[in-house]
């Protein structure tokens, strides 16, 4: 069972960039889309980006591209969300997430492991 931990969020003021890392344990990435979601309190969880494990596409949400940047590291056990300019709306708690399947998955329902989340706030 693939366990996935948040870690790198935090305070920061707008402008400013932070890097959320989700590191595996019993298992790995390897055939695994990764994502990352986004929540804040009374909203339904949102999409922010993901990597597609059979080509290594990226997507993104309208309201970070060019901002955000997905990647996942060669040993396969970690990924990473690079988030730059920060704006006081991308305060939210960020959850990481895996699906077994291999192509662009952007709906929540069709991933299969979560983390419990690391929080980001931007203030202005």
């Known amino acids: 069972q693939l366990q996935l931990v948040e870690s790198g969020g935090g305070l920061v003021q707008a402008g400013d960039s932070l890097r959320l890392s989700c590191t595996a344990s019993?298992?790995?990435?390897?055939?695994?889309?990764v994502a990352w979601f986004r929540q804040v309190p009374g909203r339904e969880r949102e999409f922010v980006a993901t990597v597609a494990w059979v080509d290594g596409t990226t997507t993104y949400a309208d309201s970070v591209k060019g901002r955000f940047t997905i990647s996942r590291d060669s040993t396969e056990s970690t990924h990473y969300l690079q988030m730059n300019s920060l704006e006081p709306e991308d305060t939210a708690v960020y959850y990481c997430?895996?699906?077994?399947?291999?192509?662009?998955?952007?709906?929540?329902?069709?991933?299969?492991?979560w983390g419990r989340g690391t929080q980001v706030t931007v203030s202005t």
């Open positions: 997430a895996a699906s077994r399947l291999q192509f662009r998955v952007i709906s929540p329902s069709q991933y299969h492991y």
């Open positions: 019993g298992g790995t990435f390897h055939d695994n889309s």
